[in-house]
């Protein structure tokens, strides 16, 4: 079975402009979540899908980011503009109906 | 607000037994993940303890005290691929986890 995969890898990117992250869940899994980890800090929530309503977005940052699930499928999340301190990894997760969640590689964005 | 904390370096000799802990002031508490991360890689899940008492995979233990809002994580008979961040986790409310800082594990031979 395939895991969580996370498009690009990497995404270097001058400050202003705009970056699209892209998640695709383990298939079949209805809970699709975004975190982030900034400088070495700890992984933070930013938002919950279940299937494609957004669930719970209590961690996004600000309205530069938009998250976006349509046909309950893969996400993508959309930083526009972007800014300095929006730099560090972003990770994906899904679940099934249970706890467990199950993370993707992640994405490494750097904003210069 | 919520806030988890766990030790931020912890060196072992391979081997040993090493137990990384983690206490938590959240508001909602379903249960305390942990998970394993290899520099550059995703955080993989280890265990999940939703019940006070300990539960056991393998050479990993973890274990739960939701009186004493704490947990630990056991690695016994360490190995050198078990260097790697371990983060602590609690589920709240709505399937959200939030995240400790990790605990950066160095086996030594």
């Known amino acids: 079975e395939a895991g969580v995969t996370q498009f690009p890898s990497h995404s270097v990117i001058e400050k202003g402009q705009t970056v699209t992250l892209r998640c695709d869940p383990i298939?079949?899994?209805?809970?699709l979540y975004w975190y982030r980890r900034v400088m070495g800090k700890e992984i933070k929530f930013l938002l919950h899908f279940v299937k494609e309503s957004k669930q719970d977005e209590s961690g996004m940052p600000n309205n530069r980011f938009l998250a976006e699930r349509t046909g309950g499928t893969y996400s993508t999340l959309k930083v526009q503009p972007a800014e300095l301190e929006d730099s560090g990894v972003y990770f994906c997760?899904?679940?099934?109906?249970?706890?467990?969640?199950?993370f993707g590689p992640g994405t490494r964005l750097t904003v210069l | 607000g919520q806030s988890l904390e766990q030790p931020s370096e912890v060196t072992a000799v391979e081997g040993a037994i090493v137990q990384i802990n983690c206490t938590y002031q959240?508001?909602?508490?379903?249960?305390l993940s942990w998970y394993q991360q290899h520099d550059g890689g995703a955080p993989t899940f280890l265990s999940y303890n939703a019940l006070d008492g300990l539960e056991e995979t393998g050479r990993f233990s973890s274990f739960l005290s939701r009186s004493d809002s704490y947990g630990y994580l056991l690695l016994q008979e360490l190995q050198m691929k078990d260097s790697a961040s371990y983060f602590c986790?609690?589920?709240?409310?709505?399937?959200?986890?939030?995240f400790g800082s990790g605990t950066r594990l160095q086996v030594q031979p």
């Open positions: 959240t508001s909602g508490f379903y249960g």
């Open positions: 986790a609690v589920k709240t409310g709505r399937r959200a986890l939030t």
């Open positions: 298939s079949g899994h209805d809970n």
């Open positions: 997760a899904s679940s099934p109906i249970t706890d467990t969640q199950y």
